[in-house]
C-alpha cells in the first residue's frame, strides 16, 4: 500500500512510499483511509524542525488529522466494518506519570508519550492503518470528508473546556463574548464552539479577502482585519491562535477584568520583542485575570470535538476546508496557496 514518509531531521525528504500492510500490534481495529488534514505541524517536521520515527525505523508515516472508514474489527470491541472513526495522536508513556495514568495523557509530566506521525510512532497518512479501539473515535457518518476536522477541533475543545474550569473560580463568571486571534483552521474551530456556547465571536485576522470573513460573519460572528475596528473593547475569554508576538501581546491587552486568556498558539523560541512585563502584571493581578496555555487533547476532548462537528453547518465546515487535494497530487498539499485554510488530502479522490 502507498504512505506518505519523512526522513526526521531531514528536511523536503517527504515521499509517497509503498510499504507493507499495518502491523496488527498497531491495533485490532483496521480502517481505510479516506482523508488527512495538514497542519502547520506537518510543515515543521517536512522542514526537519522536529519529528521521529518509531525506534529501530528510520522512515516516519507522516499524518496525525485522520478519517477512515472500519474495514474490520475484532467482534466485541464496540466497532464494526463501516463506521466512521478518527485516531487520537497522543498516546502515554510507559511510566506512566500520574497523569497518564489518569487518562490525561494530554498533560502528560515527564515527556515520554508518543504520538502518531510524530512522534515514535507511526502516523494515519497510508491507504491503512490500524489502531487500537481505546484510541479511535466515532464520527458522525453525515460528516462525510469533514470529520478529518476531529482532531484540530480536540484541541479547541479542551481550550475551552479548561476556560470554563477556570471561570469557575468565581461563581458568578458569565462569558458574554470571546476574541479569537487568527483565522486559521484552529482559530476558526475556536470561533465555532465559541458561538455554540452562545458567545458573541469576534475574529481578529490580517486578511482583508478570501473565505475567511466570510466563514465568520456566516457564525454570526465580527471579523476584523486590525485593531483600529477593535476600538478599546474588551473580551469575557480571548484565545490567541496564532503564535505570533505581536498578536499575543494584542491578546493580552483585550483581557476584560476577570477575563481569562487561553494561549493555543505554539511560539518559536529565541525571538525577543519589547514588552510591558509591569503592565501586564498590574492589569492581571488587579483584573483578577488568568492566562494559560493549552496543546493536545484526549479522549474526553475528541469525543467533545465530534460532538461539536455533527451540530456544525456542513456547509461551513467544507468552507473550512479550503482545498481538497487527491493522493495521486499529495505534493501539492504541501504547497501553500494564498486563500489556504485547512488542506486535507482525499485519499479516495
Known amino acids: 500500500m502507498r504512505a506518505i514518509t ?63 472508514v472500519v474495514e474490520d474489527a475484532p467482534p466485541g470491541n464496540g466497532f464494526r466494518r463501516g463506521d466512521h472513526v478518527v485516531g487520537i495522536v497522543r498516546r502515554p508513556d510507559p511510566v506512566p506519570c500520574p497523569a497518564c495514568g489518569s487518562g490525561e495523557w494530554d498533560m502528560c509530566r515527564n515527556g515520554l ?7 515514535e510512532r507511526h502516523g494515519f497518512g497510508a491507504e491503512r492503518f490500524r489502531i487500537e479501539p481505546e484510541f479511535a473515535v466515532k464520527a458522525e457518518p453525515s460528516l462525510g470528508l469533514a470529520a478529518v476536522l476531529t482532531e484540530p477541533a480536540s484541541v479547541v475543545a479542551k481550550a475551552w473546556e479548561h476556560v470554563f474550569r477556570i471561570g469557575r473560580r468565581s461563581p458568578s463568571w458569565a462569558p458574554g463574548n470571546v476574541l479569537v486571534t487568527g483565522a486559521g483552521p484552529i482559530g476558526l474551530l475556536a470561533a465555532l464552539i465559541g458561538a455554540q456556547h452562545g458567545l458573541a ?17 456566516d457564525l454570526g460572528g465580527v471579523y476584523h482585519d486590525s485593531t483600529i475596528s477593535l476600538g478599546d473593547a474588551q473580551f469575557d475569554v480571548v484565545m490567541e491562535c496564532t503564535a505570533a508576538s505581536a498578536a499575543i501581546a494584542e491578546a493580552l491587552s483585550r483581557s476584560a477584568p476577570s477575563g481569562i486568556v487561553c494561549l493555543v498558539g505554539v511560539s518559536a523560541a529565541g525571538r525577543k520583542d519589547e514588552f510591558d512585563i509591569g503592565g501586564f502584571n498590574r492589569k492581571l493581578v488587579l483584573g483578577n485575570g488568568a492566562v494559560f496555555g493549552t496543546v493536545n487533547a484526549n479522549r474526553r476532548h475528541y469525543e467533545d470535538a465530534a460532538r461539536a462537528l455533527a451540530k456544525a453547518n456542513r456547509g461551513w465546515l467544507d468552507g473550512l476546508m479550503s482545498r481538497r487535494v487527491p493522493l495521486s497530487r499529495w505534493q501539492d498539499a504541501f504547497t501553500p496557496q494564498p486563500d489556504d485554510i485547512k488542506v486535507v488530502i482525499d485519499f479516495m479522490g
Open 6 to 68: 519523512i526522513l526526521p531531521g531531514v528536511a523536503q525528504s517527504v515521499r509517497l512510499d509503498e510499504i507493507e500492510e499495518p502491523a496488527e500490534t498497531d491495533g485490532g481495529i483496521l480502517v481505510c483511509t479516506r482523508a488527512l488534514g495538514i497542519c502547520g505541524t506537518d510543515h515543521d517536521i517536512l522542514s526537519g524542525l522536529y519529528g521521529s520515527a518509531p525506534r529501530g525505523q528510520e522512515r516516519l508515516i507522516l499524518g496525525h488529522e485522520s478519517f477512515g
Open 113 to 119: 508519550y508518543t504520538e502518531r506521525g510524530i512522534k
Open 201 to 217: 465571536v469576534h475574529v481578529l485576522d490580517r486578511h482583508t479577502r478570501g473565505p475567511k470573513p466570510e466563514l465568520v460573519r
